[in-house]
């Protein structure tokens, strides 16, 4: 009996040990597991998709604006075979009046992926039943081969040799700011852009893996009932990648949900001459402009409570107001007054 | 299933659960089936099939056709010589008619003859090189009555297969071994500790060490005329280091696992490089293999008619002192041309792990006396730091130029190998800041894995230090609780996280393992 409760003690210790060291060696939270830290059942809206969703969509000015609080589940071209296992994991910590999805990668090669973006996603997952179910579902679209999924179900057989990247933020711990928007410094660039035209009429049969994704979503979506908005951001698209959303939005519209196409619509208008850093992502102007536009829809179409006076949302203002306070720093200009633009 | 991965520590695991679980009396086929998924993992084919059951079958019945005849030498030894012939044709065919093509193949250059035969694939199991000669040690046992046949071939079989020991050794005896392979064992906390700590300490030699010094030595082999002058020299110093690490720490694991169910298998390292000979250096490596070949091919030629007949001529046309030496030499000759030949069917093997090995140590024999003579008259004191270190040095310099062959791929490229050591052309353009920078950062090393490196090898030191004065494994548990586990999660989470496994690595196979 001494040597098995000794056995234990040792066990426990270890895993322990085991959980302090591989905080440390995480590195590259996403949003996705920032995700975690806000308290259980406090968002009103979900919104999942790749880096157009935390590079444009204000998550605090929306917050400041209307009162409703948005969790961001994004990471760097995210898959679009990892969206379903993200409205999952979802659903077990918050209850959202609205799931909001991104469609701009709707049409993009799964079998194509570089390694990393399904890492984003599948590592930032607890560990769950649901975790291992999108290991087997994202990756049976890619090349990867079946004896290398252990590398996923065991992140530790990749981060074991992060030993060597670590600073002082791995051992203090990183805290996610401005509730997963994405500015800095260089979000505040200002680069030209080719303005891009939206055909409506161009579409490109979806391949059957995109086709089979897409499908598999709506039945999810379907079968438990939520309230879903798709959107396709502002910007410019590459690699047919526009003939894929037109296709795409048909099945969705088809099924009976709405497609938020912000390439069409008269009333969003964003300068391709000021409101980009890159040909695919807005800057903190395009985002300021998008937000102030969408957040005002969702507020008109849905509802959504009003938090502004609850003492327990107060992390939203003081990100707000973190937030306002580094782009008057670095921009050298007063948030408020683009506000009245 | 490389030892290394994470499937064979499951596949141990369950094992062991079941060995503990299930009557004592079936313990032994909890093991046998064990072996059998090992030995057919990945690779279960008709041929495959049939390459296991000629070995089980020629040694079953030849074993038990020998201990039925034994009072009958002559029928004896005809089922010894066919069941000798069986298992070692299938190994010839199986694993050297490439290197009797390549003879042919020489032959052909040689006399301007314009057929080449053109290499042909086998597909062999693991670890039928240990299996065949550890069979072939059974059979000659049995005849020489050192032990009795095994009445059940399940149990044979077991023998045969006894999973641990497929993928490196140590070889086994069957008088040694049977008690513990068939015999019933209780569950004990301290050797499951033992056991455990065993395989740490020989995953810690492999994936921390063994493994990082690969990534090295591969890249600086891989292109030897990049990497020359001192790269090249480095590469030929860290291999025996690196072959020693991924050798003794396959063996530690296999140790350590047999612990833990109960069955003691022979050591087959004791500390090689602290040798001060070549002699003494193959005592201390791989040790199971020399008492094989000792036992199983150097006495009985030397016991030979030939050997004797040439033994007496000799020592009449020599006189007695020199005369006796060459039979002995010849027996030795053929012992380590066996020896290379076991490591793997191509002349680098024969070359670096028989033929150089055998030279060394030949002229240590002549050598030897002379030195002694030498130093005698000199006034060099030989039992003095200073000198054994010199000798531990000379040895290991020996050993690493042998194991330029053993690496190599060919034998030409062997000696482009030491040609690549002498390229010292251009030397200050090599060793510029750049030029280091960019060759070190495509070996895939930084200066922290070298840290590591040197860290983890001063740790070998001192640990292989300890062995030399006792058990060390012992001496760690007569501590106290917290200095134990402090050392043992220092294993564990040195091994988790400074291990070169995983993603971005290949597995940790074992080197021997394409034998």
């Known amino acids: ?341 | 299933m490389a030892l290394t991965s994470l499937v064979f520590a499951v596949f141990c695991t369950i094992t062991v659960a079941i060995y503990f679980i299930v009557p004592k009396k079936i313990q032994w086929v909890v093991v046998l089936i064990s072996s059998v998924i090992f030995l057919f993992y990945n690779n279960l084919t008709v041929g495959t099939i049939v390459q296991a059951l000629i070995v089980l079958l020629s040694s079953y019945f030849c074993g038990r056709l020998i201990y039925k005849y034994k009072e009958n030498p002559k029928k004896s030894k005809a089922f010894l010589i066919l069941g000798i012939l069986l298992i070692l044709g299938q190994l010839i065919y199986l694993k050297y008619t490439n290197l009797f093509l390549a003879t042919v193949n020489h032959v052909c250059n040689l006399f301007n003859m314009d057929y080449q035969f053109q290499f042909v694939q086998r597909n062999s199991l693991i670890g039928i090189s240990y299996y065949s000669l550890i069979m072939i040690g059974y059979l000659v046992d049995i005849f020489r009555g050192s032990t009795r046949a095994q009445d059940n071939i399940f149990k044979c079989a077991l023998f045969m297969t006894y999973f641990p020991i497929l993928s490196s050794g140590p070889f086994i005896r069957y008088e040694d071994r049977k008690e513990e392979l068939y015999g019933e064992h209780k569950f004990s906390y301290e050797s499951m500790c033992g056991g455990l700590v065993r395989i740490l300490w020989g995953l810690f030699k492999i994936l921390v060490i063994s493994q990082r010094i690969g990534m090295f030595v591969d890249t600086v082999w891989a292109d030897l005329n990049t990497y020359r002058a001192i790269f090249a020299v480095a590469a030929i110093l860290f291999f025996p280091l690196q072959l020693y690490t991924n050798f003794s720490g396959s063996i530690d694991i296999i140790m350590g696992i047999s612990e833990i169910m109960g069955i003691k298998l022979p050591e087959n390292f004791t500390v090689p490089f602290a040798s001060r000979t070549i002699t003494e250096f193959w005592r201390n490596w791989h040790i199971t293999l020399g008492a094989w070949l000792r036992d199983y091919i150097f006495y009985p030629l030397q016991k030979s008619d030939v050997i004797q007949k040439l033994n007496k001529k000799c020592k009449k046309v020599f006189g007695k002192k020199v005369g006796k030496k060459i039979p002995l030499y010849i027996s030795m000759f053929i012992m380590w041309v066996a020896i290379g030949v076991w490591h793997g069917g191509a002349y680098t093997y024969i070359i670096g792990s028989g033929l150089l090995q055998f030279l060394f140590i030949f002229l240590e024999d002549i050598l030897g006396p002379i030195s002694k003579k030498i130093n005698n008259k000199i006034g060099i004191h030989t039992e003095v730091f200073s000198y054994r270190l010199y000798q531990t040095i000379r040895t290991y310099l020996l050993f690493s130029f042998s194991m330029i062959f053993f690496r190599a791929p060919s034998v030409s490229s062997a000696i482009n190998a030491i040609k690549s050591c002498l390229m010292l052309n251009n030397i200050g353009t090599l060793l510029n800041r750049s030029n280091l920078s960019s060759l070190l950062g495509n070996i895939g090393l930084d200066m922290k894995d070298f840290i590591i490196l040197a860290g983890a090898i001063f740790i070998l030191f001192i640990v292989e230090k300890l062995v030399l004065k006792g058990n060390v494994r012992k001496k760690l548990f007569e501590q106290n609780i917290i200095f134990k586990w402090t050392v043992v999660y220092a294993l564990i989470f040195a091994i988790i996280i400074f291990g070169c496994y995983g993603a971005g690595y290949n597995p940790a196979n074992f080197i021997y393992r394409q034998v």
């Open chain 1, 1 to 341: 009996m001494k040597k098995f409760i000794k056995s234990i003690i040792f066990l426990i210790i270890f895993f322990v040990l085991w959980t302090i060291i591989f905080k440390v060696l995480w590195l590259d939270k996403t949003t996705i597991g920032y995700f975690y830290d806000e308290p259980k059942k406090s968002l009103d809206i979900v919104y999942v998709g790749g880096s157009n969703v935390y590079a444009h969509y204000n998550t605090t000015l929306a917050y400041d604006l209307y009162g409703f609080t948005t969790g961001i589940m994004s990471s760097d071209s995210q898959p679009s075979s990892s969206v379903k296992y993200l409205l999952e994991e979802s659903k077990k910590y918050q209850s959202p009046k609205l799931y909001i999805i991104d469609l701009a990668k709707v049409g993009d090669d799964l079998g194509n992926i570089q390694d990393g973006q399904e890492r984003k996603v599948i590592d930032s997952l607890k560990n769950s039943k649901n975790r291992i179910d999108a290991i087997q579902g994202m990756l049976k679209y890619t090349n990867i081969k079946k004896e290398d999924y252990i590398n996923y179900y065991f992140s530790f057989l990749l981060y074991h040799n992060k030993w060597k990247n670590i600073n002082s933020i791995n051992i203090i711990g990183n805290k996610q700011i401005y509730k997963g928007y994405l500015f800095s410094v260089f979000t505040t660039k200002i680069e030209p852009q080719e303005i891009y035209q939206w055909d409506n009429n161009k579409k490109i049969e979806l391949k059957q893996d995109n086709k089979e994704v897409l499908e598999d979503l709506i039945e999810y979506i379907k079968v438990n009932k939520l309230n879903v908005l798709f959107v396709v951001p502002r910007r410019g698209y590459i690699n047919n990648a526009m003939e894929y959303i037109n296709t795409a939005t048909d099945i969705i519209q088809k099924n009976g949900y709405e497609v938020l196409n912000f390439n069409i619509l008269d009333d969003f208008k964003v300068d391709f001459d000021k409101d980009f850093y890159n040909y695919q992502h807005l800057n903190v102007y395009g985002a300021t402009k998008y937000t102030r536009y969408f957040s005002k829809y969702l507020k008109s179409h849905y509802d959504l409570p009003d938090h502004r006076d609850d003492a327990r949302y107060n992390s939203w203002k003081q990100e707000y107001e973190r937030f306002k306070s580094n782009y008057n720093e670095i921009t050298t200009n007063n948030f408020d007054d683009l506000l009245l633009e």
